[in-house]
């Protein structure tokens, strides 16, 4: 049987990325494993979502696993895990994909470059880099530039 890694960032639980992988899901007839890392190298909470937490990183777990096992619960005719850690993306990510023996990964990109590139990370760059399966890349720019 298939199965489809769809590693969606924190701040996106409603993005493209899950509607493309769950389209690719049903059209294989495959598992999910629907993945959120914390990333650990930030020290500080996303000001723009306008939460603040008194134990930062385990209430944005907890967030994540509430939203993404909501997510789960309204498409139930697919066979999801809902996976999320604290970690380092890059490095969780490619070591789920060989520990899950996944054959696809989907994940987004926000089309960064430069400096933001550089101090925001290339998540998505690092896994096509590195992946020893297929990878699914979807722009979360829906504009053309």
Not at 88 to 98: A, D, G, T
Not at 108 to 120: D, E, K
Not at 121 to 138: C, F, K, L, M, Y
Request: cysteine-free; overall charge negative; charged content about 20%.
């Amino acid at each position: 049987m298939e199965k489809i890694i769809i590693a969606i960032d924190p701040a996106e639980f409603a993005s493209p990325v899950i509607n493309e992988g769950f389209l690719l899901a049903r059209k294989l007839e495959a598992s999910i494993d629907l993945v959120s890392i914390i990333d650990q190298e930030l020290d500080t909470f996303i000001a723009s979502t306008g939460l603040m937490y008194d134990n930062q990183w385990e209430e944005r777990l907890a967030s994540a696993t509430q939203e993404l096992t909501k997510i789960k619960n309204e498409n139930s005719d697919l066979k999801i895990e809902v996976i999320t850690s604290i970690a380092y993306p890059k490095e969780f990510l490619l070591n789920h994909i060989f520990e899950s023996k996944a054959t696809y990964i989907i994940i987004g990109t926000h089309g960064r470059s430069g400096l933001a590139q550089l101090f925001i990370g290339g998540t998505a760059e690092h896994i096509v880099r590195h992946s020893t399966i297929p990878v699914v890349v979807v722009p979360f720019k829906t504009s053309e530039h």
